[in-house]
């Protein structure tokens, strides 16, 4: 036998183990109402796997099947149920001759476990071991009476299932369901792959786009290292040697300052020098002086006894005899010829000199001439100069004469309270930048600096109450710093004839850098106008430039510029004012200078003057005594000639004669004075000297004062080179992690101007970048990856799909086919069923849906013997009853099955017709085995074997073996 015996224990009412063993084709189990027959049935569905506890006709738990005990008897906590299977003919697909499948359940746990052949198991692998034998929970191998009534009445689709097992597709049903299953989640799978791939390749592009912008930002970058590195360390280079050549230049300086300081002290000490000379000189003139008056003194006492002798000598001449007269008149004319003589000597002498004095007067003329002649012109600018200063003074004083508003407001700052004053007033523009300035701060001259925006709104109802005019206010708490781009600092740093930016050149009160800063921090200062176009271009007209003159290259590129008559502003008025003074002082000293340069002149040419005027009157002095002393000696010749004497004795004089001693005196008293003439020139030569050194130290002592100035401005540039030298250094330190002896073994040989452009057009194309995510290229590499990943996955899943669908379509094709041949078999076999249990007419079994093989209801047309056909609803219960059999065996003739339940299956058939069953039943014996659950008589009879089962008071069914009389006996029993 296939199904060779049963053992329960604890399950239901078989309290005690019961061991059913089944030795023939039919085993009748017969028992009364209640006996616990029908429990067998549920003891074999639930080792096949039932997990419906309704099935199973439990309570809500599984544990319900366990026995729960009676009046008599105990509960037990265990059910166990063996099935014992015959598997020689290897129904179920296994080597084992004999498959035992088992199933438990513990009370107190509520779980259950199954073995094949004693060995653990899962219920899937009952589940796969009994699919296709026929066997199963829901297999044709377990009909209940419940099966058979409701088939009739049951709709076409809810029959189809039979029809399925019949045909052995459930496996492909199942399969396919797996399939289909299989399908949905692939089908799941591949839409929530196809979101991410959708999502992925959302995310792709931007990032495609973002990773080559950072790859060319890279590149550019790396470029741009590559080449900033050199042009940084050619710039401390050149920041070096021009800090050399300033040091070089400061020792030179210093040098220079330290040559003059000792030219100074030694001019100093000259200077003393010659004031003492001078001093010397003037105690010399003095004592010479002196000893002229004591000469004159002594000549007068001369002069005077020898008018005495001579009036003598007259005497004796007209009273004495001619000898004497002769000897006496010799003398006379020895001592002329002698005076006469000498006095024309001294003439030829002061002549002489007189013509030297007259040639130095010439000169010193000319002299004079021509430093008064720059003297005046130097003046005349002087007047020139102070005439503009007065002007611009008086201008000053009114600075704000055409701008009504801000006149009131300056007029009336006492008593409004936070007016700081006009911006022209508060920014002083360094040198030379005056025009610059005016042009950058341009309308904003004259804004008025508030404290905060209440005080400006004070100003303004001021104005408007005293209709005042308008004027425009900055309050200092609204003005933030301009925060200049990197970029645009660098390519402006970098521009030919770059000054600055507007807001360096000012000075100012440190607490308005804001306001400064805010009017002129976005505007540059380039030297002139075609350099600002070009440093315009550079950076891409995105700045207002201005030149030092005023001219303006507006953001966008236009430009203002040209010639404006009155285009002096406060601003400029300062500016040109300091410059006025400088100049002003420049020509005060070059005026004083000329001056002194006159004056000199002019004491020289009185000096010289009255040295010719004494020169002349001493001539003239001089001529009239030579005129008197030649007359007199020729009028003494004549007398002496009239004496007779041809001879004139030219003895010579003697040294102690008056006329000689006069004579000596004369020549003293004229080389004392040319003593003191020669001193005086000395005294006034040494006196000029002084002066010129005096004038000379004060030269000096300015050009120090200028070299010291050069110095500080050295310093100053030193230490902006310096600075500059500095930040290379930084930057390459901060942006390029190197030394600079580093970068010097790395740098590379270049064009320095064309790596400048280079570098600012590498800046530029970084800056056209914009922001730049440096991960991307990794993000999207990552992303790519993923995507290419799971795209490969959706090919992956669209081909499984693929191929679940043929499979699917495999599975219908065979189920079509296996449906269609075993609905024809079967629908042949009901035809001969029927016949047999109806004894004649005829019955067809119909497909709702033709068309549709896998899905299509059944239905069954019948014509019992005698009778048209009719709607089944419309038979009665037996006959319904009877069809439902017809359509079971012709099911079990087309489909042999290797074991087969009848729980009471025939319990609504009368007496005649359950003979019929019973005897069609028997038909089958040597083809399937059957366990029938009867009542009926006329089955029993036709069982091999027959069970009784009986419950004692217990509540425990208990089986034993019986015969048919008893089988018989114990169904009557339940009848009475
Ligand atoms: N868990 C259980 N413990 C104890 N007894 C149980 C349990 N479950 C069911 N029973 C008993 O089993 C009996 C029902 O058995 P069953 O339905 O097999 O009887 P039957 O012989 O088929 O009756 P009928 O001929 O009327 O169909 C009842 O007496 C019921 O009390």
Known sequence: MFLKRIELLGFKSFADKTIIQFDHDITGIVGPNGCGKSNVNDAIRWVLGEQSTKSLRSGNSMSDIIFSGSEFRKPVNLAKVTLVFDNSSRIFDSPFEEIEITRQIQRSNNEASYFINKTPCRLKDINDLVMDTGLGRDSLSIITQGNISGFADAKPEERRSLFEEAAGVAKYKKRKKVSLQKLEKTQDNLDRLQDIIDELSRQLSPLEKASEKAKQYLSLKEELSSIEISVLVEDIENYQNQIKEIEKQLFENKTLLTSKETDVNLMDHQLETLRKEMHNLDSQISNLQQVYTKTMEESYQLEKRKVEIDEKRKYLLKNEDAKLRQKELQIMLKEAKFEYEDRRDRLSSLKTDLILHKKNLESFKNQENRVSFELRQAENVFQQLNNRKQVLENMMKQPFAHQQGVKAIMQAKQSLSGIEGVVSQLFIPQEDKAMAIQAALGGSLYNIVTKDEASARYAIRFLKKNHSGRATFLPMNVCKPRVMNSQILFIASQAQGYIGWANELVDCDGKYNFVKDRLLGNILVIDTLEHANECAKQLKYQVKIVTLDGDIVHTGGSMTGGFVRNSSSPVTLNSELKQIEAKISGHEISIQYLR?????????LDRENEDCVSLQIEIAKLENIYTVKKDKYDTLLQEYKQLGIKEVNTEEIKEDDLVVQMAKMHAKMDDTSSQISSLRSRRFNVGNQVEKLENDIRLLRREMNALQSEIHALELKQVQYTTKQDACLNRLNTDYRMTYEYALEHKKEIDLKEAKEK????????????????????????????????????????????????????????????????????????????????????????????????????????????????????????????IAISVLFAILKARTMPLCIFDEVEAALDQANVERFARYLSHFRNQSQFIVVTHRPGTMEQCDTLYGVTMQKDGVSKLLKVQLKEALSLTEQEEK
Request: no cysteine.
């Open 596 to 604: 002194n340069e006159q004056e000199e002149y002019r004491r020289k």
């Open 759 to 882: 570098v600012i057009w590498l800046r530029q194309e970084i800056s056209k970048l914009g922001n730049v995510n440096l991960e991307a290229p990794k993000e999207y590499e990552e992303v790519k990856e993923r995507y290419d990943f799971l795209s490969k996955q959706k090919e992956d899943l669209l081909l499984a799909s693929k191929q679940i669908l043929k499979a699917i379509d495999e599975m219908n094709e065979t189920m079509i086919v296996q449906f269609s041949e075993m609905f024809d078999k079967i629908n042949v076999e009901l035809n001969e069923s029927f016949k047999a249990m109806f004894g004649g007419g005829k019955a067809r079994l119909v497909m709702v849906d033709p068309e549709d093989v896998l899905n299509t209801g059944i239905d069954i047309q019948v014509q019992p013997p005698g009778k048209t056909i009719k709607n089944l609803q419309s038979f009665s219960g037996g006959e319904k009853a009877l």
